[in-house]
Structure formats: structure tokens, C-alpha cells
């Protein structure tokens, strides 16, 4: 199914740009080229369906050659997180069975290493000149075919996908080709993406996000992928602060005509920080996407300001790819609402007796969709309670207004309970972050002496404060028993590439 919907786009667009990698233009046919050389290439050294295929690359046009060429095969692509180190990568290769590596020449030694620990074959693939490698990308690409063989839709499984859920080792999630190509076709439909559309990609392809409204948007279509190309030092990338590579993403807004935008808060929060003085043309620009975490006001209110471009928060999770976004007139625009429904989904708010509740009361999000996993690999028992009926019940928490409009307000099981009390630290945090002296914070839940939890803050402050100040600051705006018993103060928190704190990392 995968390979038809691609098909589609390159006989339509040929010898329209796919990719723009910073001095490369590809084109469908080119792309397409290389997509069915790799497929051979990789059915040479043995891949067949149902194999699977990790890719830990960063964003790059073999990231995407990659995919669709492992898709083409019938096989199952594991993206994987290109900052995981040796155990990490251990886990999923020995989860997965996964027979191939294809990675690039930084993390190859890495690849190496975690190859050397299994009694059984894995290939190794490096996208670049790499003199330990026995196989090369390139040499695997030159595969000469116009066509390939037997491409009769399928619709098994194309992706292996990692949920982390709220505790134990992350959950296994299978995506078929069928349920990837409703997500894609519900995206576009949703979002109106079109041949004509230029989506600039600066949030991680192995993240269902990136995958998604970027890759995928772009593939289903015809509209041409711009991915942000990464600093390089002395002929090696350099992992850099966004707010470095700023000048660079405005510089390709305003150049490359961009008119999708995915990103982050964080990342907004750097963009419309731009100083006035900084000429930008973000005249093509005409939709911005938030996930990933949850949209500050402050954020919504710079960025509009700054640029007259609104921020549309967008809702979705690894099980089921995007099924939410905020698409309403500006002048009805509620920047925390994460918007309706995608097109082909149904978000549900149920209370614990599995009923549906009224608008106003705060329930579990719940979905329906075909782009749904139908579960995680070899859980029986919790796939008893998050799927059920065709639903997956997520364990967010919000609601629904009158007009049908989501709020997610926060996560079933991360609220603390204390004293007899449960409490959101989500709500403790707004608080928190709007104190002047705190840039950021996250409160989790810590074991009493008597059982129970007791809250705890863990802050990074942007000046010099104490102790007293915050809880003396908190105590004014809480109840008594959602004020922090113990604050810890830290120069950064632990993060995912999207930005999102990792709470169980805290």
C-alpha cells in the first residue's frame, strides 16, 4: 500500500523536488530510483518480508530512502533515536530481531559494538565513507531497475515503534502499512497539504511526529521536503543548541519558500524571541504546528505577535500517529486547545466506568481510528486495558467544550497522590514557571516517611533565588497541600528530542 501511495506522488510530480538537503535537490523520479536500488540492494543481502530493518540515522534524504525502501520489500523499519548509546540500542536490536543496521559513520563504531554482543548475523549499512563498514549505502543503491517485481499492496506490518508509556521498558508498537497510510492520507486530508506545499523539517524523522506531518505529508503528495541539514565542524556534525542554528531555519523559510512548519514549543519560544532588527520573510508561511508538549500562552502570544503567524497545537501519540489539531479562525483561536478530531478519528472523553461525559467534565481521551496499533508486542495485560473495542484508551486527561473543542489537561497516571489528595503536577508547574526567576520545572511525586508521596519540585532557575521565595510564592497561589515539601535546583532537565521532560528521568 505504502510503495502504491509513493508510486502515486512520482508519477505525478516526476521531476518536481522531493528533498532539499542543503546543497542537494532530489527529485521524485531520483527518489524514487533510489528507493528501488536500495529495495534490491537490501533483498541482495537477504532482507525479505516481515524482516526488520533499524535506521538510526538522523534527518537526511537516506532516512527517507531507507523507509520507503524496507516498505517496498515488505519488511519493518525501526527507527531509532540517533542519541541512544550502546544498551539502548542493544534492547531494541534484541526486542526486534532486527537483522540490519543502517546508520552513518559517527555512530557506526557505536553500531559495531553492539553487533559484536549478538551470536547471530546483523548486517551493517553506513550512509557514508566509512572504512570499517563492509557495506556501504551507495555501493547497495546502484542497483539498476526501473520497476520491481510483484509489488502487490500489502498491508502487514511496516514500522516497530517504542510507546514508553508511565513505567517498566518501553512497550513495542506495531504499525501496518495500512494503518501508515491512513495516517498520512488523514494528515493531508486534514491539513490540506498539497504538491504545491514546501514543509521544513527540523523535528526528528524516527519521531512519530517528524514521520508524520513531515515525511509522510510531503511523500503522499508531491510537496517537497526541506530538511535542515546539520552544523558541521571540521567535516563532523556537531549537535548544537537550536537557538544557533536560528539564522539558519529563517534563512530557509524565507528562501525555500516554506508554508509548513512543524516544531516544538521550544523551538517557538527561540523563534519569536528573533530581535526586530532581524529581517524575516515569513510571507509563504501560512501553517505553524506545535507538539510535543504543551503550548505556553506566552510562547502563543510572542510568536503571533512577532510574526502574525497563529500556532496550531497538535495532538497524537505513537500508537495512533496525529489525531487532533488546532485549525479554527484565528479570531476563534483557544491557543490550549489541541483543536477536533482528525479527519477518519473519534476522540471519546470517558470517565472511569467507561462512560462518555458531558462537556466541561475531565475524562480519559480515548481513540478510534485505522491508523491504531491493535496493540503492544507480547503486554496480554495491558493491552487489556488500553485497547478494547477498537479503542485505545491513552491515560491523557481532558475535555471537550460545547463546541466540540479538546483540552488536554494532563496524564491519568502521573497524578501524585498526597495526604488523601490527588494532585496534578501539571498544575503545580504553571504555577511554578510563573514565577520570574524560574525558566523551567517539573514536579514529580517522592516516597514519604509514613507512605504515601510527598511533592517535590525539581526547578531551573534563569537568576538567583532560594528556597523560601518559591514555596513562599507557591503558598499564595495553592492549596496548602499542592505546595512543594522539597525543591532541588538543577542547571537543565532531562529531555526527549522533542523537548518534552522526561519525568521518570527526574
Do not use: W
Request: glycine share 6%.
Amino acid at each position: 500500500m505504502l510503495h502504491q501511495t509513493f508510486l502515486k506522488a512520482v508519477k505525478q510530480y516526476p521531476t518536481k523536488t522531493a528533498i532539499v538537503y542543503d546543497q542537494q535537490r532530489i527529485n521524485y523520479q531520483e527518489l524514487y530510483t533510489k528507493v528501488l536500488g536500495l529495495s534490491k540492494g537490501l533483498h541482495s543481502i537477504g532482507v525479505k518480508q516481515s524482516d526488520c530493518v533499524a535506521i538510526i540515522l538522523p534527518n537526511c534524504p537516506e532516512f527517507v530512502i531507507s523507509f520507503y525502501a524496507v516498505a517496498t520489500l515488505k519488511a519493518i523499519a525501526l527507527p531509532l533515536n540517533t542519541a541512544f548509546k550502546e544498551a539502548e540500542i542493544n534492547f531494541y536490536i534484541n526486542d526486534t530481531g532486527a537483522s540490519v543496521i543502517i546508520t552513518d559513520k559517527v555512530r557506526a563504531e557505536l553500531c559495531h559494538k553492539v553487533i559484536s554482543q549478538f551470536d547471530r548475523k546483523i548486517e551493517l549499512i553506513v550512509i557514508d565513507e566509512d572504512e570499517s563498514s563492509r557495506v556501504l549505502f551507495e555501493d547497495l543503491s546502484q542497483n539498476q531497475t526501473n520497476e520491481f517485481e510483484n509489488m502487490t499492496p500489502y498491508e502487514g506490518d511496516v514500522i516497530y515503534q517504542y510507546s514508553s508509556g508511565s513505567t517498566g521498558r518501553p512497550k513495542r508498537v506495531a504499525r501496518t502499512q495500512k494503518n501508515i497510510v491512513y495516517q498520512g492520507s488523514n494528515c493531508v486530508a486534514t491539513l490540506n497539504v498539497t504538491a504545491s506545499d514546501n514543509i521544513l523539517c527540523i523535528v526528528p524523522l524516527y519521531h512519530a511526529y517528524g514521520f508524520g506531518e513531515c515525511m509522510l505529508a510531503a511523500t503522499f503528495t508531491g510537496a517537497t521536503l526541506v530538511i535542515l541539514e546539520p552544523f558541521m565542524q571540521n567535516g563532523v556534525p556537531v549537535e548544537m543548541p537550536f537557538i544557533f542554528r536560528c539564522p539558519r531555519v529563517l534563512s530557509l523559510i524565507e528562501t525555500e519558500k516554506i508554508t509548513i512548519l512543524p516544531a516544538v514549543p521550544y523551538i517557538y519560544s527561540i523563534l519569536a524571541a528573533t530581535p526586530y532588527q532581524t529581517q524575516v520573510n515569513f510571507s509563504t508561511l501560512r501553517l505553524c504546528i506545535s507538539a510535543g508538549n504543551f503550548l505556553p500562552k506566552d510562547t502563543s502570544d510572542k510568536f503571533l505577535h512577532r510574526f502574525g503567524i497563529p500556532l496550531r497545537q497538535l495532538y497524537g501519540c505513537t500508537e495512533a500517529g496525529a489525531v487532533a489539531i488546532n485549525l479554527e479562525p484565528e479570531a476563534d483561536l483557544h491557543y490550549d486547545s489541541i483543536g477536533v478530531p482528525m479527519r477518519n478519528v473519534e476522540i471519546i472523553v470517558m470517565d472511569d466506568d467507561g462512560n462518555e461525559l458531558a462537556p466541561g467534565l475531565i475524562g480519559e481521551f480515548v481513540i478510534k481510528s485505522e491508523t491504531l496499533t491493535t496493540g503492544y508486542h507480547n503486554l496480554p495485560e495491558v493491552n487489556k486495558e488500553a485497547f478494547r473495542n477498537g479503542h485505545f484508551f491513552t491515560g491523557d486527561l481532558g475535555k471537550k467544550d460545547e463546541q466540540g473543542r479538546l483540552y488536554l489537561t494532563g496524564r491519568k497516571k502521573i497524578f501524585i497522590d498526597t495526604g488523601g489528595h490527588k494532585v496534578d503536577p501539571l498544575e503545580v508547574e504553571d504555577i511554578l514557571v510563573a514565577y520570574p526567576k524560574v525558566q523551567e520545572a517539573v514536579v514529580v511525586g517522592t516516597k514519604g516517611p509514613l507512605g504515601g508521596e510527598l511533592i517535590k519540585a525539581v526547578i531551573v532557575l534563569n537568576e538567583e533565588c532560594k528556597e523560601q521565595e518559591i514555596i513562599a510564592f507557591c503558598k499564595d497561589k495553592l492549596a496548602d497541600f499542592k505546595v512543594p515539601k522539597f525543591i532541588e535546583f538543577r542547571q537543565e532537565l532531562p529531555k526527549n528530542p522533542l523537548g518534552k521532560v522526561l519525568r521518570k528521568k527526574v
